[in-house]
């Protein structure tokens, strides 16, 4: 009876730990659909400046969304990010992946 304490304890810290880090994970998932953003430097990527458009379902349709808007602007250099949001601490937006190929 002395020797199952300590186990029972153990056991019992490890589920906890266990639990814990699954919670954890489930509240890191994002809900958010898989949206991309079409970026188009009409005036370089060091002028700050760009043309932006929202929610495009799928990278092919973002390219060439960006493609046809380059053409358009003497082949202003473009990028297309998946899941970008505005960081105002930065003053700019924020993507999990950008990709222009």
């Keep these: 009876m002395k020797n199952s304490l300590p186990i029972i304890f153990v ?3 490890f589920m906890t730990l266990g639990v814990t880090i699954y919670l954890i994970n489930q509240s890191e998932a994002s809900d958010e659909p898989e949206t991309w953003s079409s970026f188009v430097y009409t005036n370089g990527y ?4 760009y ?3 929202d ?3 799928d ?11 380059s053409v358009e602007h ?3 250099p473009w990028e297309c990010g998946l899941r970008c949001r505005f960081d105002s601490s930065r ?3 924020q993507c999990e992946t950008m990709e222009n190929e």
């Design 11 to 13: 056991i019992s810290l």
């Design 46 to 49: 060091n002028s700050g400046r």
């Design 51 to 53: 043309k932006k458009v």
């Design 55 to 57: 929610d495009f379902e």
């Design 59 to 69: 990278y092919p349709s973002c390219r060439a969304y960006s493609l046809d808007k």
């Design 74 to 76: 003497d082949q202003a």
């Design 91 to 93: 003053q700019g937006f």
